[in-house]
C-alpha cells in the first residue's frame, strides 16, 4: 500500500499570496497525480491531473508539478474563491487521496 | 453537459445493506473508455474511494471494502448502482458518484454529483 501525506494540514493565508501545497508518496507513481479543490458542503472539483496538466476551465493561477514521490500545487497569487481544502489523489494501482490541506484567511 | 446525481436512503440501520444508485446523463457507459465511480467521505474527514465501473463492465473496488461492495451498470437507464452489506456507524458519509475522465489507464474524476448523505444509526 503506497502512503501518502500532505502537508501543511492548515494553511493561513492572504489573498495575493504565492501558495504551496505538498503531496509526498511512499513509493514512486510516476506523474499519476492529481489535485482537487473541495469548498464547504459541495463536491471536490478537478483542478489538475496527470501531475501538471490544468483541467478545462481552471483557472491559469493554478498549476501542478513533481513525479515520483514528491508534487507540488501551486497558486501563484491567491484569491478570495481559492479558501478551501485541496486534495491529491495517486492513481498507481487503485485511486487514493491524500488527507487533504485546508487554505484559510490569515 | 455531464451531470451526475446520488439517490439512496439517508438512514440505514447497523447491519443492513446499503443501496445507492448514480444517474447521470451527457454521455454513455457503453461508449469505449467510460467509467463511473463512487467516493464517500466522513463528516470532517478526506475522500475514499470506493468503487469504479468501465462500460466494458470491468470492476474494481477499494481493497480495504471489496469484501463489502457491489458495483453494477444498467446502460439503458443511465445508472449505475453500488450495494454496501453490513453497514457500520464509522460508515456515516456523504457518498459521491463521479465520471472518470478518459484518459489511458489513468482514474481522474473530472465531474462529480452533488453527493448524498448516509447516516448509520439505530
Known amino acids: 500500500v503506497i502512503w501518502m501525506t500532505q502537508s501543511p494540514s492548515l494553511l493561513s493565508a492572504s489573498t495575493g499570496d504565492r501558495v504551496t501545497i505538498s503531496c509526498r508518496m511512499s513509493q514512486g507513481i510516476s506523474s499519476y497525480l492529481a489535485w482537487y479543490q473541495q469548498k464547504p458542503g459541495k463536491a471536490p472539483e478537478l483542478l489538475i491531473y496527470a501531475a501538471s496538466t490544468l483541467q478545462s476551465g481552471v483557472p491559469s493561477r493554478f498549476s501542478g508539478s513533481g513525479s515520483g514521490t514528491d508534487f507540488t500545487l501551486t497558486i501563484s497569487c491567491l484569491q478570495s474563491e481559492d479558501f478551501a481544502t485541496y486534495y491529491c489523489?495517486?492513481?498507481?494501482?487503485?485511486?487514493?487521496f491524500g488527507p487533504g490541506t485546508k487554505v484559510d484567511i490569515k | 453537459q455531464i451531470t451526475l446525481k446520488e439517490s439512496g436512503p439517508t438512514l440505514v440501520k447497523p447491519t443492513q445493506t446499503l443501496t445507492l444508485t448514480c444517474t447521470f446523463s451527457?454521455?454513455?457507459?457503453?461508449?469505449?473508455?467510460?467509467?463511473v465511480g463512487w467516493i464517500r467521505q466522513p463528516p470532517g474527514k478526506a475522500l475514499e474511494w470506493l468503487a469504479l465501473i468501465y462500460w466494458d463492465d470491468d470492476k474494481r473496488y477499494s481493497p480495504s471494502l471489496k469484501s463489502r461492495l457491489t458495483i453494477t451498470k444498467d446502460t439503458s437507464k443511465n445508472q449505475v448502482v453500488l450495494t454496501m452489506t453490513n453497514m457500520d456507524p464509522v460508515d456515516t458519509a456523504t457518498y459521491y458518484c463521479?465520471?472518470?475522465?478518459?484518459?489511458?489507464?489513468?482514474?481522474?474524476?473530472?465531474?462529480w454529483g452533488q453527493g448524498t448523505l448516509v447516516t448509520v444509526s439505530s
Open positions: 489523489q495517486q492513481y498507481y494501482s487503485f485511486p487514493l
Open positions: 451527457g454521455f454513455s457507459l457503453s461508449t469505449s473508455g467510460v467509467g
Open positions: 463521479a465520471h472518470r475522465l478518459d484518459l489511458a489507464a489513468a482514474v481522474y474524476f473530472d465531474y
